[in-house]
């Protein structure tokens, strides 16, 4: 790992700093958007909060050096950060016993699931094209299939994604990087 073999040398000193940034996963709900119904339903986002390992995007995507976060303002920021507020854990087999009782079968057994109006649990997974987007969509999409989601993975330039997901909701799943400010009363 490169910032490992920084350490190593002696040479260079390497400081982590807090960031003011924060990793999203966002869910398109618009009533009016071009998602598949079965992302309207309560059951498929907590499946997929329950498929999310946190831990594991850290250590893969940030070696280690990101601090997962259930709230839009980074821990970073102190009192406007809500410690209270708990993610919902790991746990894929809760994750698959709450899609088979929403009905969500694999009738087809390809291991993606169909909701009930028979359409496959399959997902547009839009970021940023940046080799770190990458590797958070990659990681993600793994997570997903252990509870029988498929994604399909759409590197597009900023403006791109935005126009597709700002007031029209033609997308499913996005992957947005925020960059909060020292106040941040724009994101509350």
Avoid at 39 to 54: F, G, K, P, Q, T
Avoid at 98 to 103: K, P, R
Avoid at 119 to 135: G, H, I, T, W
Wanted: glycine share 8%.
């Amino acid at each position: 790992m490169a910032i490992q073999n920084l350490k190593d040398a002696g040479s260079v000193e390497v400081a982590a700093i807090g960031s003011y940034g924060v990793d999203e996963l966002t869910i398109n709900s618009s009533k009016d958007g071009s998602q598949p119904k079965s992302l309207m339903d309560s059951a498929v986002h907590l499946a997929i909060e329950y498929a999310l390992d946190r831990k594991r995007i850290s250590h893969v995507v940030y070696a280690g050096y990101s601090r997962p976060s259930p709230t839009m303002i980074a821990p970073v920021l102190g009192d406007w950060h809500n410690s209270d507020v708990e993610a919902v854990s790991f746990d894929p087999t809760a994750g698959n016993r709450v899609l088979d009782d929403a009905g969500c079968g694999d009738s087809d057994v390809d291991g993606v699931r169909e909701y009930s109006d028979g359409m496959p649990l399959e997902y547009r997974f839009m970021a940023e094209d940046n080799p770190s987007n990458v590797c958070v969509l990659e990681t993600i999409s793994d997570a997903l299939a252990q509870v029988g989601i498929n994604t399909e993975l759409m590197l597009l330039d900023y403006d791109s994604q935005l126009a597709l997901t700002a007031g029209v909701g033609d997308s499913d799943l996005n992957d947005w990087k925020w960059h909060m400010d020292v106040h941040p009363d724009f994101a509350m």
